[in-house]
């Protein structure tokens, strides 16, 4: 859509609403997956040609910057000689052979971005990691996924040390860091002496190509396998129809390397369409440093957890102009009408939401050129069949709430993760008849469009209703003392459960009488949506337990509620 729109228009994004005519872009999206493919060669390397060729606008293909001013800007042909000389370290050096997996546990360094292509060139398996991980983590990541070799930097390296002797498979430690360290090679000081020239291995579409531990919100991260075609060629839907990216974006994400999202987003779906992926290195997100930058850059597109926005609605947003920002979008969990308002009325753009997992690519999205329903997370990206099934797998019909799914008989989309990498067991559990079924409950409307309930877990039943804790979340926030909330099931002997809120106040409502407050809430929730959803108890909190990638975590709420260790 956006590619056939720009040659003939000169133009950036489909006009508004154009993305009718559109409607069934699946009929547009109909890739054929070869038999061999490799993102590096295929992709990467062709832009770097187009470079070279000058057909290619000017735009650095990786722009990194940091809280000190440091900046990096790299075109596709310097991405291409870096990350051939650190192919050569790894298959050199430090030994590895196509399919040994290598764990990479950076915060937001350029080299993350090179060592993510040095996988891809020398067919090795990236398994990323958060850099928030402790030891426990570490050492649950190096068990579970059998890594060879870890790379990481001097910050974490000390915590590595302290459980790698435990792991069978680690063989080679590869450190980010200016100095040398014992027991370690040096990355940068080895690739310095690599040679440039590195030829690609063959990798078929559908050899591993990376493995990625889940967010954990509900429980241990399950490491889910993808091939080299399906985020490859998958994220092109992303990348083309969601994030509405060209060769002249400047794309900011803002999500931790661990995390799937910044694969997809800051690798894949950016570079497939050309576009700029900007860096900012931030120790820890602060809505200060993100405004400054949304200003000072020419960021056009930017993409953060909904968390993030519902801090940044907060700071005074008349003080800056974002005089380069046109899409902006979020995903991960949902996010509140209430912050989508309040960030439109302040910088004119509307927040365009997407929803998907770490084993899926986008699973739907609200893309360019689509009306908006605030609470919606759109319709269903044009890779997938999308329905909502009841518990045998049977599509329900619309306006009737049951699980998000996804057709794969006859045919498995090429885009949906291999499995769980060595648990046959639970791969098979997610598939009920013709459908991969996400975990998730929703309903889609009579237009098409899907309204997101809850997981599955998280689903409150209370003398009889089924009640999702999102609409609750909704209208509490909607309260001017409201900065954000978790709505979990509470033990009750007459409903069964009831519904329960944690509440974050804003910060001029702390020294407020409590029991007002609650009684307040509870009278606006009532006002605001079907009175039987109303919060029965309401505990004011600091925080609340979210994951590393800013979700929250309601399990640890109810576990605390009813007892459970
Ligand atoms: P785990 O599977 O380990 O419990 P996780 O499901 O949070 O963690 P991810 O794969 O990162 O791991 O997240 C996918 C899930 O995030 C989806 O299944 C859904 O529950 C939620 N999600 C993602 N985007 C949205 C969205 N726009 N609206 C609502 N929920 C979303
Ligand atoms: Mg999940």
Not at 36 to 54: H, I, P, Q, S, T
Not at 66 to 77: G, V
Not at 120 to 143: C, E, K, M, N, W
Request: proline share 5%.
């Amino acid at each position: 859509c956006t590619r056939a729109w720009h040659q003939v228009q000169g133009h950036k994004t489909c006009a508004p609403n154009n993305f009718k005519q559109y409607e069934n872009i699946s009929q547009l999206y109909k890739p054929e997956v070869p038999e061999y493919f490799n993102f590096a060669k295929d992709v990467l390397d062709k832009w770097a040609e187009r470079e070279k060729n000058g057909e290619k606008l000017q735009n650095p293909a990786l722009w990194w910057v940091n809280d000190q001013r440091a900046e990096i800007k790299w075109s596709f042909e310097e991405l291409a000689f870096h990350s051939r000389r650190l192919s050569n370290v790894l298959s050199g050096p430090c030994n590895l052979q196509k399919g040994d997996r290598v764990l990479l546990i950076l915060p937001r360094l350029p080299e993350w971005w090179l060592v993510n292509v040095a996988c891809l060139r020398t067919g090795t398996v990236l398994i990323p990691g958060a850099s928030q991980l402790t030891a426990r983590d570490i050492l649950y990541r190096l068990h579970t996924s059998k890594a060879k070799c870890v790379i990481t930097d001097e910050s974490l390296a000390p915590v590595l040390d302290s459980v790698a002797h435990k792991s069978d498979f680690l063989k080679v430690k590869l450190l980010v860091s200016d100095r040398k360290r014992e027991g370690w090679m040096n990355l940068g000081a080895l690739s310095r002496m690599a040679s440039s020239d590195h030829t690609c291995v063959e990798t078929k579409s559908d050899d591993p190509m990376t493995i990625f531990f889940t967010s954990g919100t509900t429980g241990s991260p399950k490491m889910t396998q993808h091939s080299h075609c399906s985020f490859g060629i998958g994220l092109t839907v992303n990348g083309r129809y969601w994030l509405d990216l060209t060769e002249q974006d400047v794309f900011w994400n803002t999500s931790d390397t661990g995390w799937a999202k910044t694969a997809w987003s800051s690798v894949f779906a950016a570079w497939i369409q050309g576009a700029c992926v900007f860096v900012h290195h931030m120790p820890r997100f602060d809505t200060t440093t993100v405004l400054q930058t949304l200003s000072s850059y020419p960021i056009s597109t930017f993409c953060t957890a909904p968390t993030a926005y519902r801090m940044l609605v907060q700071e005074d947003l008349s003080r800056y102009t974002f005089q380069n920002l046109q899409h902006c979008l979020s995903a991960g969990e949902p996010i509140n009408p209430e912050v989508m308002e309040k960030w439109k009325d302040n910088t004119g753009l509307n927040i365009y939401e997407g929803y998907g997992q770490t084993e899926t690519v986008l699973i739907a999205g609200n893309f360019k050129g689509m009306k908006i329903k605030p609470g919606s997370f759109g319709k269903p990206s044009p890779a997938y069949d999308v329905q909502v099934v009841d518990d045998d797998g049977k599509a329900v019909p619309n306006g009737t709430e049951g699980n998000l799914a996804i057709r794969v008989k006859p045919l498995k989309p090429f885009c949906l993760f291999t499995g769980y990498t060595d648990d046959p067991e639970r791969t098979a559990q997610c598939y009920k008849g013709d459908f991969y079924l996400t975990g998730d409950r929703g309903v889609m409307d009579q237009d098409g469009y899907l309204w997101f309930v809850g997981r599955v877990d998280d689903v409150i039943l209370s003398a009889g209703y089924r009640i999702g804790p999102f609409e609750v979340e909704n209208a509490l926030i909607e309260h001017e003392a409201v900065a954000e909330s978790a709505v979990v099931s509470s033990p009750d002997p007459i409903r069964g459960e009831i519904v329960k809120a944690f509440v974050v106040l804003k910060t001029g409502f702390k020294l407020h009488n409590q029991d007002q407050l609650i009684a307040e809430l509870q009278r606006h929730v009532k006002k605001v949506t079907a009175p039987y959803k109303y919060p029965r108890k309401i505990e004011f909190v600091k925080e609340l337990p979210k994951t590393v990638s800013g979700k929250i975590r309601r399990v640890e709420l109810r576990n605390k509620e009813w007892g459970r260790p």
